[in-house]
Structure formats: C-alpha cells, structure tokens
C-alpha cells in the first residue's frame, strides 16, 4: 500500500458524497491507496452515509476534535505516504499523483498543496489566488518561524509522522506545530509546496467565510503560540505576494484594486480575530 488518504469527518453531510468521489476518481492504481473516514460523533447523518459508501473504511473516534480523529485514523493506517484532507473538500483527480512527484526529493518530508474555493469565481477567486501565491512564497524562503500547516491538503511521509507526531490533539493549530517540528528538526528543505497538488474546499464559497477564517487563525495563532513561536508576515513580504498575484495572474488595475481592498479586510479580521483570544480570560490550552 503506497498512500493512505485521512479525512476526519463531523456534520459534513452535504459534501461527503462530493468528498468521496473526488477521492475514488483519483488516477492512481486503486490497490495502492485506501480511504480512511473517520467519523467524529456527527449528528447530522455522516456516519451512515460512510457506513453506506463503497471503497471507504470507516472508523469512529469518540473523543471530540478532528486532530484524534486523524490520529486515529494514522494508527490503522496501512500506507507508507499519509494524505490528509477534510470532508468538505474534493482533490482534483491527480493529487495522489501530485504527492507522489513531491517525495521523489529525498529530502522533502512534508508537502503542502494550492487549495481552490469550492466556486473558484468572483471575488473569492482573487483572494484564493493570493492565498496560494503566498504559500508559495512562505515555503520557498526557508524561514522556519514563518511556515504553517494545512491538513485539509497535506501529504507525509508516515516514517516523518511517527518521528514527529502524532498531531496534538487541540481544536486548532496541530497542523501548524507539526510542520513546524518537522522544519525544525530536518531543516526547511523538509517542507515543500507542491501547486500541482489542487483541492476545491467547499466551505471557502465567498468573502464572508473568508474573513471567518482570518479572524480563526489569528485567534488560533494566540492559542497556540505557548508551544510554538510564529512570526506572521511582514508588510513587505504581503506586498511581495501581492505584486506576485497580480503579476502572474495579469490583473487589470481594477482587479488588483479590489484584492487590495479585501486582503485590508482580511487583516482586519486576523486582528480582530488575534485581539479577541488576548482580551479573553478563558484559559490557554
């Protein structure tokens, strides 16, 4: 067995049979991969639905979070290479071969893929096209206290997650100490971004849910910056990505000009978002 693909899953209904799909369409060899789903006490009809699906193997993990659902999924994992996504998510047909070209590096431990809207169109469009610029920009400048983690597009080397994991199992930011555990233990050249390696994630479907995950992560990066220093991006390096996306995608003035006014909004929330964690009395977990 070449891959396992993890994917944790709690009230995703809607977009499971979309997940699943995206997942069994992958153009790999279908006895090199396997499916783990784990269900994560969903209330809203998921587990049947993977109690029901062809080609899956569905576990339950009844401690709440989507981090032990993943590890728990790693423990009765059978593939060398471990791919994670999310239930609201669908992979493009040639992810797992994507991953495969990224860990013919020796070096590359880690690899971390370009993540799409589930409508790639509009003004989401140009912030997605921001977004992934700026991973790419992150993972290329080999500078540790900058990197992150996304597992809803994340492929590792199960000899690397065994060294370094499993995943601390916290509501948020598990991905993010784990790169960074890897980064610093096997140097940056151990995380790689691979734009070859797409997910549409459906939950991204406009501005508002955007500037939802911007305040998240800022206040996610409060929560757990006791057990892992970040540094977030300097004004330079967001213009540098900037001028990258608007470069590259060929921008008109007014394309450019709103995507500097939504990332303004979005820095806003990640502040807000970073602010309202300090002004908490709740305690640091």
């Known amino acids: ?18 997940c699943m799909a995206a997942l069994r369409a992958q153009d790999y060899p279908r006895d090199q991969f396997e499916i783990l789903m784990v269900d994560n006490n969903s209330t809203d009809g998921s587990a049947g639905i993977l109690g029901r699906a062809d080609g899956v193997r569905a576990l339950a993990e009844p401690k709440q979070g989507s981090y032990a659902a993943r590890n728990r999924a790693v423990r009765e994992a059978g593939g060398d290479v471990l791919a994670f996504t ?20 020796p070096r590359v431990n880690v690899v971390l893929g ?59 930011g598990a991905d993010t100490i784990f790169v960074r ?16 390696m797409r997910i549409g994630h459906a939950e991204m479907d406009g501005v508002r849910a955007y500037y939802r995950k911007m305040f998240t992560y800022g206040r996610s990066r409060q929560l757990y910056r006791h057990i892992v220093k970040t540094r977030p991006l300097t004004s330079a390096e967001r213009l540098e990505a900037f001028r990258a996306t608007v470069r590259d ?4 003035w007014a394309s450019a000009a709103a995507l500097a006014c939504l990332l303004a909004g979005g820095m806003a929330a990640w502040s807000l978002g970073s602010h309202s964690r300090r002004w908490s009395k709740a305690p640091v977990r």
Not at 3 to 8: A, Y
Not at 181 to 196: F, I, K
Not at 249 to 252: D, K, V
Request: some cysteine.
């Open 181 to 196: 555990r890897v980064a610093e233990g096997e140097g940056c050249e151990a995380v790689a971004y691979a734009p070859a």
């Open 114 to 172: 370009c993540r799409r809207p589930g409508r790639d169109a509009g003004l989401i469009r140009l912030l997605a096209d921001y977004e992934n610029k700026k991973d790419e920009h992150v993972f290329a400048s080999h500078a540790a206290e900058s990197y992150y983690g996304f597992t809803n597009n994340m492929g590792v080397r199960r000899a690397t997650f065994e060294q370094y994991g499993p995943f601390v199992e916290r509501p948020r």
């Open 249 to 252: 995608g060929g921008y008109s």
């Open 86 to 105: 999310d239930s609201d998510c669908a992979p493009a047909a040639g992810w797992l071969r994507a991953i495969e070209r990224a860990f013919e590096a």
């Open 1 to 18: 067995m070449k891959f396992t693909v993890v994917v944790p899953v709690h009230n995703t209904a809607e977009h499971l049979e979309r």
